[in-house]
């Protein structure tokens, strides 16, 4: 059974994220996953090509599909994807424990970390709307860290709640004909070290 976790989001519809940009909005669910993986809805009669997709229609973008149980960092660096955009007292990122995880960070003694991703560009082939979908889990053990997605959706914990394990997925409306979204987690200085591990990620384009 899927339930928010997130008392900000609704669970179904496009609602639009705090004072994000108008272009990016919160387009399914924000939900915490069951011990077994889930059910993340839709017609589940046919195995996903990864668990991101799960449920989703449009066509998959670029190749990124991916279960990232069972790909490298060199694969994905051969994909295109920086796996180390934003490296401030942070080694980037790397597959480890099936999963694409932050890594080295360093937030003692007056260091802010931030560690920061970027994907291959993809090319929108002209689809109006492109979704972004990620599935993933972690804690953020302080209520001024972050996990940012695509520069726009916040998902965020106070330092008392539970762990997350959740599909998150966002609409990006291209202004061009290519679009790069990025994640990004951010750790000021004394806040304790956050856990993120993202275990798949799909890019979709929908006709409408």
């Known amino acids: ?15 639009s994220v705090g004072c994000n940009p108008p272009s990016t909005s919160l387009y399914a669910t924000i ?9 993340m809805s839709g017609d589940m009669s046919k195995p996903p090509i990864c668990p991101a997709a799960t449920g989703l229609p449009g066509d998959i973008l670029a190749g990124l599909c991916l279960d990232l149980a069972v790909v490298t960092d060199q694969s994905l660096i051969m994909k295109g994807f920086n796996l180390a955009s934003v490296v401030t007292n942070c080694g980037g990122w790397e597959v480890k424990e099936r999963g694409l995880q932050p890594k080295n960070i360093i937030n003692a003694m007056g260091n802010d970390a931030t560690c920061g991703l970027l994907f291959p560009m993809i090319v929108t082939n002209s ?13 953020l053990g302080n209520i001024s860290q ?8 916040t998902i965020w914990r106070t330092p008392n709640q539970d762990a997350f394990n959740q599909r998150t997925i966002i609409e990006l409306t291209p202004s061009d004909t290519t679009i790069r979204p990025s994640i990004e987690l951010g750790a000021p200085q004394n806040t304790g070290i956050p856990f993120w591990k993202i275990s798949s990620i799909a890019v979709l384009g929908q006709p409408h």
């Open 31 to 39: 939900s915490e996953l069951g011990s077994e993986g889930g059910d």
């Open 1 to 15: 059974m899927l339930k928010s976790r997130l008392a900000f989001f609704v669970l179904s519809g496009i609602v």
């Open 127 to 139: 689809y109006p709307r492109i979704i972004l979908s990620i599935v993933h889990e972690g804690k």
């Open 146 to 153: 972050s996990g940012k997605i695509s520069q726009s959706v």
